[in-house]
Structure formats: C-alpha cells, structure tokens
C-alpha cells in the first residue's frame, strides 16, 4: 500500500485538486511579468515541477512556448495526455539540464518546499538562473516555516472526488510537524475500487529571510517576495508567500 510521492497519486491527482485555481495563480505571475516589461505573446517558458500540467496548460493558453519539467514519470504520463503538443521532459529541479534559455521560469504550488534543505534549494535556484534569458523572471511560491507547521485546519482533508471513468476516489489526507526535523509530514491515503495506497510527503518551509540569500547566491539581480493576490509585502505571519526574481538586464 505504501507508494513513493508522486507515483500512484498521479492517476487521482486531478480529480482530488479539481478546485486549485491555475488560472488566477497563472494571471498573477502574467500580470507581474508584463508590468516588468516581459511580453508572454513572444516569450517562452518552463514550468518546473509541473506535475499533470494545470499551470503549464494555462501558460501556454496564455500565448507562451511552454517546456514542462517534473522529476515523476507517472505524473509526466498524465501531464502529456492533459496538454498534447507540449514538450514534457523528466528531471530533477537540482540538476536539471536543458538546451537553450528560457524568458520566464515558474514553479507553483510550493513544489519548491518539496527541497528539504536550504542548500538542496539553492542548487535549484542556481539551475533556474542558469536557464533564463538575460532580462528572464523566475517566478515561484513556497509556503513559509508558518505554513508548513501550519497546513490544514484540523491538520486534515478528506473527501470523495469523481474520476473520468465513472469510478471515485475516497482520499484522507493527514498533516503532522515533525519538530526535531523541522518538516511538515503529509500522509496522503486514496482508495479507488477498492484497491488503497498511502505517500507520505515532507515540506521544509522557507522564510524570506531564508530565500533572500539563497536567491543572492543563486545570482539573481532583484527580486520581490510578497503576498497573493495583491503583491504587498508579506506579513510575519503569512503562511505562504510569492518571489518574482529577476536575471540581469530588465529587471524592474
């Protein structure tokens, strides 16, 4: 029953995230994109941790050449029936090489704090700055120490969710903070006809004051971290929070 992140979740994933709202999280990054003067209609772009491709689909709905990476064949398997005509390729965000350089670079739905230690994040970060474009915009959500230790109210989701092929998935998602590690701890169990499995997915939050050096190492020339859905400055207590960093010429 037990199953490595991100395998057999792949077949349910859809359905169990049916209400995640892609299109505003992918109008948030565009909108901060073109006010820097980024233009999506001539820019191209790869969405990191793209999972069954929800962002990746709205980002090329939204006129971009769009490359997604993610480090799960199964989810990747999903992501191409999803999204035809999209260049899907297997990686992992820390060592990820691709030909060629790319104007935006996303990465959602606090994937990034799926890199449980800072170092593990800076090579990312390190990765993602090697990929863009002089001018170029990574843009990225993480959930912050709070968040983590904080995931769910009640520290659980549950429900029945309906598959493309009449069936249902029944799914209970249980969250706990491993204290001595400093991680959150997400028991995903779906059942489907039956048949059950249980992932166990761990987070390590990140600060901005743990980014800020990350992303100076990384070498990025100005960023911005700040709230959704209104870019203010982030409040102490903020359980997850946006960074848009800049490479070189063009940032704002």
């Known amino acids: 029953m037990q199953r490595e ?11 169990i995230m049916a209400d995640v709202e892609y299109d505003h999280w992918a109008d948030f990054v565009l909108t901060y994109a073109r006010d820097g003067g980024l233009e999506p209609l001539a820019a191209s772009a790869l969405d990191l941790a793209c999972g069954t491709g929800g962002f990746t689909r709205e980002l090329l709905e939204a006129g971009l050449t769009v490359t997604g990476l993610d480090g799960s064949a199964q989810m990747l398997v999903e992501a191409r029936r999803r ?3 999209v260049d899907f390729v297997q990686g992992d965000l820390r060592s990820f ?6 104007d935006l670079i996303t990465c959602v739905f606090d ?3 799926n890199l449980l230690s800072a170092e593990e994040l800076g090579r990312a970060l390190g990765q993602c700055r090697a990929h863009l474009s002089s001018g170029g915009l990574l843009a990225f959500d993480v959930n912050t120490r709070l968040g983590v230790r904080e995931l769910w109210e009640g520290d659980a989701i549950e429900g029945v969710a309906p598959l493309p092929d ?8 249980s969250h706990h903070h491993d204290a001595e590690a400093d991680l959150g701890v997400v028991q995903a169990f779906c059942r489907v006809d039956g048949e059950e499995f249980v992932e166990v997915h761990r987070e390590r939050g990140y600060d901005p004051a ?4 990350l992303l100076a190492g990384a070498g990025f020339a100005r960023w911005e971290i700040v709230e959704y ?5 982030p409040e102490a207590d903020v359980p ?3 960074v848009f960093a800049w490479a070189g010429a063009g940032a704002p």
């Not at 859905?229 to 400055?233: L, Q």
């Open 210 to 213: 743990d980014l800020e050096p």
């Open 5 to 15: 992140p991100f395998t057999a979740l792949a077949a349910v994933y859809d359905a």
């Open 83 to 85: 999204v035809p005509g």
């Open 97 to 102: 090489e691709l030909p060629g350089r790319f």
């Open 229 to 233: 859905p209104d870019y203010a400055p």
């Open 111 to 113: 994937s990034l704090n």
């Open 166 to 173: 009449g069936s249902e998935v029944h799914y209970h998602w």
């Open 240 to 242: 997850r929070v946006w």
